[in-house]
């Protein structure tokens, strides 16, 4: 399921537990911020991950206090403040900002985090050359089930290079998820798969995944940067389960790249 909405200065929501989450299980929304404003998250019953896609903010929380800079989404490092249900925080704009903001039930209590650029997890992905290059991506993970299990959330961000392909080969899992879309011209496009459903990509659009098996691509041209989160199932927590599309099994075979077809020349 995907959709677009347009967005304004303040907090726009796209999901909402207490309204339509579209199986989703969390509030999904982006708060965009001018210089000066600020934006208070107060949630007795959620807990609240934050991640700056741009800009410059001062977060506060419980007695702590630290300014966030994102120059740009695709060649800055990401922050991302999570914290427990019951915690308040404050966020002020100290320049033109753009933040996603993830939450879901959680009665557990847990220490807040801040993950400055150097905390994220990276892994590069087809970066060896598999599928001739066709599905190089950068992952960064915040906080999933191995470092975090207290949450009941994953959230991170993926880099998907123009013209090829993420979350791929195709896969599922039980868990839903979702994709939040941002790309490096707001023009730009791709082509996301999930649900059984094939829909157009777009900058500041969302689709939520509950069942299928789901991928991504960008156009040419166009870079793309999504958020990607997951919400855990009560005895059944994400644990990087990707359960792949048997028909594209042989994509995993140390020879798949002699499979594929090449043009005279390549």
Known sequence: ????????????????????????????????????????????????????????????WEDQRAEADRPDTFRCGAWCLHVSRNTRVSIKALAHAELYVQMTDNENPFPARLYRPEDVMVQHAGANGELLGCMRREIQTFFDYESAPWSNMVLGEILNFPGKWSSYPPHHHPQ??????????????????????????????????????????AAPGYALCYMWGIRHLPGDPWRKTRIDDPEHAWLWEPDANDKIFRMEGE
């Not at 299980?25 to 934050?50: N, Q, S």
């Not at 839903?176 to 157009?200: C, S, T």
């Open 1 to 60: 399921m995907y959709f677009d909405r347009k967005v304004g200065r303040g907090y726009n929501a796209y999901l909402s537990m207490d309204g339509d989450d579209q199986g989703a299980r969390m509030d999904v929304g982006l708060l965009v911020m001018e210089p000066g404003d600020t934006h208070e998250i107060y949630e007795p019953e959620k807990e609240a991950a934050i991640d700056l896609l741009q800009g410059r903010v001062e977060f506060s």
């Open 176 to 217: 839903p998820e979702v994709y939040f879309f941002r790309f490096d011209h707001p023009e730009g496009f791709g082509a996301g798969f999930g649900n059984g459903e094939i829909y157009k990509t777009r900058h500041n659009g969302l689709s939520v995944i509950n069942h299928g098996f789901h991928s991504q691509v």
